[in-house]
């Protein structure tokens, strides 16, 4: 029985170091040339052609780090385009965790009278379990291998059937079937066009809700054809896909 614990924790602990090393080497990826560009031209204060690039670099190359997104969401501000400043500074908080980007967007979406950026001890739970997924994952995994490795050693070599095994067993693989089907979690976006109609049902024909304009933030129930379904003011309601911008999920 020790030498299959044993074995099992030397698997989990290669398991989480690889994870690990892979997260860092992702993130210190150099980035193109284009990059080197962009940052030279934000120096000079050419902030407008520097977004270009980024722009490119963020849509196109699907690439991006907490600097190019806090400098985007700077650019963004400054030309008053504070639906893409939240934007860019939601995806930067998805990355980082950074709480001083929950003020700033708060202080701006409160500034604006958004809704959707106000943030508890909810919000930063699932933002550290999200920051974890993979570790947390993968733990539930090595646990619920172990015991069941334990079950079997226990009923064949010993035929016994302790109960608090088969206990463990089922409650800790519940809990890795539970993050497997939750997954890295829910989606939000942000409105990004004025006057947004929200419907009762995902038709044109449906009745009008609200009138929304660009900025809030809201939660992606699920969707339908071309209509996402979210919550607004405690109703189930739908909007039009074009007329949202999904943040990047965790």
Do not use: C
Not at 105 to 130: P, Q, R, T
């Amino acid at each position: 029985m020790q030498n299959i614990q044993s074995m099992v924790f030397k698997i989990m602990l290669i398991l989480l170091l690889s994870t690990a090393t892979f997260s860092s080497t992702a993130k210190s990826q150099d980035y193109p040339q284009q990059m080197i560009n962009a940052d030279s031209l934000f120096a000079q204060k050419k902030y407008t052609q520097s977004y270009i690039l980024y722009d490119s670099i963020y849509n196109i190359g699907k690439l991006s780090s907490p600097s190019m997104l806090l400098k985007m969401a700077y650019i963004r501000e400054g030309l008053g385009d504070y639906t893409m400043a939240l934007y860019f500074l939601y995806d930067y908080y998805i990355q980082t965790s950074d709480e001083l980007a929950l003020e700033k967007m708060e202080s701006l979406a409160s500034a604006k009278s958004l809704s959707g950026y106000e943030y508890s001890d909810k919000e930063y739970f699932l933002s550290v379990y999200h920051d974890y997924y993979n570790e947390i994952l993968i733990l539930l995994g090595a646990i619920s291998i172990l015991f069941f490795a334990g079950v079997v050693y226990q009923k064949f070599r010993h035929h016994r059937k302790p109960v608090s095994n088969y206990v463990l067993l089922a409650i800790f693989s519940l809990a890795l079937l539970y993050v497997l089907n939750v997954g890295m979690g829910f989606q939000e976006a942000i409105v990004i066009h004025q006057n947004t109609y929200v419907m009762d049902s995902p038709s044109s024909a449906g009745n009008v809700i609200d009138i929304i304009g660009k900025g809030h933030k809201i939660i992606i129930d699920g969707s339908k054809d071309v209509w996402y379904k979210i919550n607004w003011n405690d109703q189930e309601v739908f909007v039009k896909k074009k007329n949202v911008l999904p943040v990047k999920s965790w």
